[in-house]
Each structure stands twice: as structure tokens, then as C-alpha cells.
């Protein structure tokens, strides 16, 4: 089974990273709409116990809920208290719930990388990349929390040392106090044996108090 699902992954990533300018347009043009509608974060950070992302052969069919959770664990016996690194833990792979609307794997999954010949130090709004979730959670979370925060969800499923060459000065700080920060824990912390054991209710709590109304999804 594990190498079916390799080989499976591997289809997925090839044809995510084959994503062309004109997929990139269509898709932001798709999305630009809500697609749920309303919803309470909370609810849609639930959700993600639905969704398994089929090109990752390191969780393999452990849920995204789950991952996240890894994650948490990870930061809490490192004794992070940072509200913000909290934060992006909890929201990094919220747009993955694109998936229960349907999407194919290659649209929402898989690490991202800049298209083309960008120039250095341009800035990443500058830059194209492939479509995913992390676009989608970005253009839903943006209005709602600090720019740091969603600039990280956005590109955090690009390479740290792959996207430097072409961040802004304000964007260099960032990456080094936040995506730098987070990304070790979204990449190392990923099991599909293990059972994080997390107190959900006070990261509920964190959400709630960060988005008290429902958003648009």
C-alpha cells in the first residue's frame, strides 16, 4: 500500500508543479467568489478532519486536523507562547477544505515555487505561483488578521531559502521572524503514527477571540 501511495503522490506534485500561468489566472478567477459561504473558523479548521492530502507521502492518510495538532505539540514542548506562530499553526492548510468543493488534488496540494524569471528583491506579490491552498486561505484571511500572519500562510508552502532571493526588505523580515520560524514544524512534525495529545479548547479559544463573526469562505 505505502508504495501505491507514493507513486500516486509523486503523479499529484508532478502535475501541481506543472501548473501553467493560464491554470494560475483560471483558478484565482474561479475562487475569487465564496464558496462556502459564511462560516466560523473554527468550524472550517474542523473540517480539515476531512481532508487528507493524497501527495503527501509523510502523513500519507493522516487528516490535516491531525497534522495541525502535530504541529502544536511540537511547538508546545519547544515552549513557543508566540500568539502569532500559534496562529499560523492553526490556519496554515485551512484552505485545503477546497477539496470537500470538489477540487482536484493538483489545484490545492503540493510546495510552491516561483513561475518564470522573476527579478530579485521584487517583492512575492510580484512573483507568480502555483495556485493552491495557500492563495485561497490568504485572499480569505487577509481582511481579518495582521499582514504578517497571512503573508506567511501564503506562501508558506514554499521553500524558506527558495523564495529569499526575491522578498522585499519588509518581506525578508518577516520570513525570518515567522515563515523561517514556522516552516521546521510544518515539515518535521509530520507522522502518520503518531497521536498528538493537544488541549483543543484553548486554541478554540485563540480562534474564537481572533475572528468573533463568521467570515467568508
Same mark, same amino acid.
Given at each position: 500500500?505505502?508504495?501505491?501511495?507514493?507513486?500516486?503522490?509523486?503523479?499529484?506534485?508532478?502535475?501541481?508543479?506543472?501548473?501553467?500561468?493560464?491554470?494560475?489566472?483560471?483558478?484565482?478567477?474561479?475562487?475569487?467568489?465564496? /464558496?462556502?459561504?459564511?462560516?466560523?473558523?473554527?468550524?472550517?479548521?474542523?473540517?480539515?478532519?476531512? !481532508?487528507?492530502?493524497?501527495?503527501?507521502?509523510?502523513?500519507?492518510?493522516?487528516?490535516?486536523?491531525? &497534522?495541525?495538532?502535530?504541529?502544536?505539540?511540537?511547538?508546545?514542548?519547544?515552549?513557543?507562547?508566540?500568539?502569532?506562530?500559534?496562529?499560523?499553526?492553526?490556519?496554515?492548510?485551512?484552505?485545503? %477544505?477546497?477539496?470537500?468543493?470538489?477540487? /482536484?488534488?493538483?489545484?490545492?496540494?503540493?510546495?510552491?515555487?516561483?513561475?518564470?524569471?522573476?527579478?530579485?528583491?521584487?517583492?512575492?506579490?510580484?512573483?507568480?505561483?502555483?495556485?493552491? &491552498?495557500?492563495?485561497?486561505?490568504?485572499?480569505?484571511?487577509?481582511?481579518? %488578521?495582521?499582514?504578517?500572519?497571512?503573508?506567511?500562510?501564503?506562501?508558506?508552502?514554499?521553500?524558506?531559502?527558495?523564495? @529569499?532571493?526575491? !522578498?522585499?526588505?519588509?518581506?525578508?523580515? %518577516?520570513?525570518?521572524?515567522?515563515?523561517? @520560524?514556522?516552516?521546521?514544524?510544518?515539515?518535521?512534525?509530520?507522522?502518520?503514527?503518531?497521536?498528538?495529545?493537544?488541549?483543543?479548547?484553548?486554541?478554540?479559544?485563540?480562534?474564537?477571540?481572533?475572528?468573533?463573526?463568521?467570515?467568508?469562505?
Amino acid at each position: 500500500a505505502i508504495p501505491e501511495f507514493a507513486r500516486h503522490a509523486a503523479l499529484i506534485r508532478q502535475r501541481q508543479s506543472s501548473q501553467t500561468l493560464e491554470t494560475v489566472a483560471s483558478l484565482r478567477r474561479k475562487y475569487q467568489d465564496p /464558496v462556502f459561504g459564511k462560516a466560523r473558523v473554527w468550524d472550517m479548521i474542523e473540517k480539515l478532519g476531512l !481532508c487528507i492530502d493524497p501527495s503527501d507521502d509523510s502523513l500519507m492518510l493522516t487528516s490535516q486536523h491531525l &497534522h495541525v495538532q502535530q504541529i502544536l505539540e511540537g511547538m508546545e514542548r519547544d515552549g513557543v507562547r508566540d500568539r502569532d506562530l500559534l496562529l499560523i499553526a492553526l490556519l496554515h492548510d485551512i484552505g485545503k %477544505v477546497m477539496m470537500l468543493a470538489g477540487e /482536484v488534488p493538483e489545484h490545492v496540494v503540493g510546495y510552491i515555487h516561483p513561475m518564470g524569471e522573476p527579478a530579485r528583491g521584487v517583492g512575492l506579490d510580484q512573483v507568480m505561483f502555483q495556485f493552491g &491552498h495557500d492563495e485561497f486561505a490568504y485572499s480569505r484571511l487577509k481582511d481579518h %488578521v495582521p499582514s504578517h500572519i497571512a503573508w506567511t500562510i501564503r506562501y508558506h508552502s514554499a521553500m524558506t531559502g527558495a523564495i @529569499r532571493p526575491f !522578498c522585499s526588505p519588509s518581506e525578508q523580515a %518577516v520570513l525570518d521572524n515567522y515563515h523561517a @520560524r514556522f516552516q521546521p514544524y510544518d515539515l518535521a512534525r509530520k507522522s502518520y503514527s503518531h497521536l498528538p495529545r493537544v488541549n483543543l479548547a484553548k486554541y478554540r479559544a485563540l480562534i474564537e477571540d481572533t475572528f468573533p463573526q463568521p467570515i467568508l469562505f
